[in-house]
């Protein structure tokens, strides 16, 4: 049964989980009452005294085992926050023990592990939910609330991009530059910004893709084993979408168009234009 507030375990005190989820949780526990992270594992010893430091009623762990070990009883949820190479087996560990899952994206690094988690999830009955955080900036409900609207009638034709002049890096007491490393990411940016621009043109489209065609390229190669530049055409059944992603541009610029049969909608940065046919 669900404790009331819910207590969690944040799994990966990185970059993400402390600047975003950790702070989210203080603000939610401040404001509704019904969150508690009660605990944080993180396999990097520098990265649990900063986290005892930031979280001192949090009790800290090295390991998911030493967690569940401890705190089995007390959990409601874990949130998942460490590259994507582990995902997929710290939320089959988690739903093992009939707790609910928050993943970062991507949510695996590969389908067959997205597949089983999704299987294991229904079996269950556990939430699994990905952190697909775009869906909720203001420029993308923006998006939402004209498509909804009607006014660009239906959607065709997407084309999105986003220009950025280095891989993101993580925290520096751990390994910045596992983005880069097949072997934690799974994938380059593809992997990483692109599983945004993809859940973003699912949902834009309302279905999913029957055909898939892309190039990629890896300007490092002798440093790195992951793409840094990739273009894609995505096929649906009721029309198109283009995306391009680099890591190697001179701006950093994100940019969207949406084209309707009566309109278009056209994004760069924050700034959203919306033009209708007369
Ligand atoms: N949704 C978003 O907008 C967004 C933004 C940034 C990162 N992310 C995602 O968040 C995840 C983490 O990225 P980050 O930038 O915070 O990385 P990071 O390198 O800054 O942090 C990862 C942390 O996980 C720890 N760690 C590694 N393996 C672990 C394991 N098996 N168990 C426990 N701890 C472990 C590391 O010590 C490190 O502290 C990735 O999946 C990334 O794609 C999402």
């Known amino acids: 049964m669900s404790k009331s507030p819910l207590q969690g375990a944040v799994i990966g005190y990185g970059f993400i989980s402390s600047k975003g989820h950790i702070p989210a949780y203080l603000e939610r526990a401040k404001s509704r009452g019904d969150v508690q992270i009660i605990a944080i594992v993180d396999t990097c010893e520098a990265r649990r005294e900063i986290a005892k430091k930031a979280l001192p009623e949090a009790r800290i762990y090295a390991t ?60 269950v009955g556990r939430v699994l939910f990905p952190c697909h955080n775009y869906k909720h900036a203001p420029v993308v409900k923006k998006i939402r609330e004209v ?23 993580g925290v520096t007491e751990w390994n910045t530059h596992w983005r880069r490393q097949f072997q934690y990411s799974g994938g380059g940016i593809a992997m990483d910004h692109g599983s945004h621009s993809f859940y973003l043109t699912f949902d834009w489209l309302g279905a999913y893709p029957t055909a898939v065609t892309a190039k990629m390229t890896n300007l490092e190669p002798e440093k790195y084993d992951t793409e840094d530049n990739f273009s894609c055409v995505l096929t649906f059944p009721n029309g198109l979408a283009n995306a391009q992603l680099t890591w190697t541009a001179g701006v950093r610029k994100v940019g969207y168009t949406i084209q309707g049969d009566q309109g278009a909608i056209t994004v760069e940065d924050d700034n959203i234009e919306v033009a209708i046919m007369k």
Do not use: W
């Open 147 to 169: 498509i909804n609207s009607g006014k660009i009638g239906k959607v065709r034709s997407l084309a999105l991009s986003t220009y950025r002049n280095t891989h993101a890096k």
């Open 64 to 123: 998911a085992d030493a967690l569940y070990a401890a705190e089995k009883q007390n959990l409601d949820f874990v949130d998942i926050s460490t590259p994507p190479c582990d995902h997929a087996k710290l939320a089959h560990q988690a739903l093992d023990l009939g707790l609910h899952v928050l993943c970062e994206k991507p949510l695996t690094a590969t389908l067959e592990e997205a597949k089983s988690l999704l299987e294991h999830a229904n079996r």
